[in-house]
């Protein structure tokens, strides 16, 4: 099959063995397991899944290649296709009998954040995740704070999961190749959460207010939400800036912003 890559799909079609196999190496999958793979394109990774004996659920907006996959993989009865949007599609509907779901997938650049937090919707049935992103993507979800590139996504995917960068992927290693470079991102969404929240839209509003103006100290980007007495009341300094903030500190601004009347 040609297939021409469709802009509006943001379609980079992975091709290169050595970067797949360090893929498959990384994932330590084992034979039975549930996987999710998003996006397979033209197969470049679902075929080698499939040799590893997993049972395998792909997810594809392109019908068209919902069609090439169809015809490629028609003998394979471990595989079932969807041809679905990922960013609607009810994942927690594919984990039988409370297992646990292990997802991988090539995420188009333009959806990558919001699929991620949809995806952390159904966390309760999801082992871990396994993502190539735009490395930008990806410095910024594993950031510890007082990195520049520590914001909102750090906070907020560091919330719901542990975060590790396995290694960066060049352009040339897809067809066509992007003007970015890309990595892999481990995603292991937390048995229970690092810190204690009250209310997760108070806790989004508090560091999207922070972060809405990084070179603001919180006494000043945050004073609509908070005065400085009550900042220093929880033994946080006002005169910092929100990239110095632990998400510990955040839960502790967000907590008490719940409280107040």
Request: with cysteine; charged share 25%; hydrophobic share 45%.
């Given at each position: 099959?040609?297939?021409?890559?469709?802009?509006?799909?943001?379609?980079?079609?992975?091709h290169?063995?050595?970067?797949?196999?360090?893929?498959?190496?990384?994932?330590?999958?084992?034979?039975?397991?549930?996987?999710?793979?998003?996006?397979?394109?033209?197969?470049?990774?679902?075929?080698?899944?499939?040799?590893?004996?997993?049972?395998?659920?792909?997810?594809?907006l392109?019908?068209?290649?919902?069609?090439?996959?169809?015809?490629?993989?028609?003998?394979?009865?471990?595989?079932?296709?969807?041809?679905?949007?990922?960013?609607?599609?009810?994942?927690?509907?594919?984990a039988?009998?409370n297992?646990?779901?292990?997802?991988?997938?090539?995420?188009?650049?333009?959806?990558?954040?919001?699929?991620?937090?949809?995806?952390?919707?159904?966390?309760?049935?999801?082992?871990?995740?396994?993502?190539?992103?735009?490395k930008?993507?990806?410095?910024?979800?594993?950031?510890?704070?007082?990195?520049?590139k520590?914001?909102?996504?750090?906070?907020?995917?560091?919330?719901?999961?542990?975060?590790?960068?396995?290694?960066?992927?060049?352009?040339?290693?897809?067809?066509?190749?992007?003007?970015?470079?890309?990595?892999?991102?481990?995603?292991?969404?937390?048995?229970?959460?690092?810190?204690?929240?009250?209310?997760?839209?108070?806790?989004?509003?508090?560091?999207?207010?922070?972060?809405?103006?990084?070179?603001?100290?919180?006494?000043?980007?945050?004073?609509?939400?908070?005065?400085?007495e009550?900042?220093?009341?929880?033994?946080?300094?006002?005169?910092?800036?929100?990239?110095?903030?632990?998400?510990?500190d955040?839960?502790?601004?967000?907590?008490?912003?719940?409280?107040?009347?």
């Open positions: 099959m040609t297939h021409t890559p469709r802009k509006r799909f943001g379609q980079n079609f992975l290169d063995y050595n970067i797949i196999y360090s893929i498959l190496s990384s994932l330590q999958a084992k034979p039975g397991e549930h996987w999710v793979e998003i996006g397979p394109g033209l197969g470049a990774l679902t075929g080698p899944l499939l040799k590893l004996g997993l049972c395998l659920d792909v997810i594809e392109d019908r068209d290649l919902v069609t090439f996959l169809e015809d490629k993989f028609r003998q394979q009865d471990r595989l079932q296709i969807h041809s679905a949007d990922a960013l609607k599609f009810d994942f927690s509907a594919l039988e009998n297992e646990k779901l292990r997802i991988i997938g090539n995420l188009p650049y333009n959806i990558s954040t919001p699929l991620m937090f949809h995806l952390l919707d159904n966390a309760s049935c999801i082992e871990d995740m396994h993502f190539m992103l735009q930008e993507v990806v410095d910024r979800i594993c950031a510890a704070p007082g990195n520049k520590y914001g909102k996504l750090s906070v907020m995917m560091q919330y719901y999961c542990a975060t590790e960068l396995l290694f960066d992927v060049p352009p040339e290693s897809f067809d066509p190749a992007p003007k970015v470079m890309s990595a892999i991102v481990r995603l292991v969404p937390h048995k229970q959460p690092p810190v204690k929240i009250k209310d997760l839209e108070m806790l989004n509003r508090v560091v999207t207010q922070a972060f809405s103006q990084r070179r603001k100290t919180l006494r000043n980007a945050l004073k609509k939400l908070i005065d400085e009550a900042i220093i009341a929880l033994d946080i300094d006002p005169a910092l800036r929100a990239e110095a903030l632990s998400l510990n955040f839960a502790k601004l967000s907590n008490l912003l719940q409280e107040l009347p």
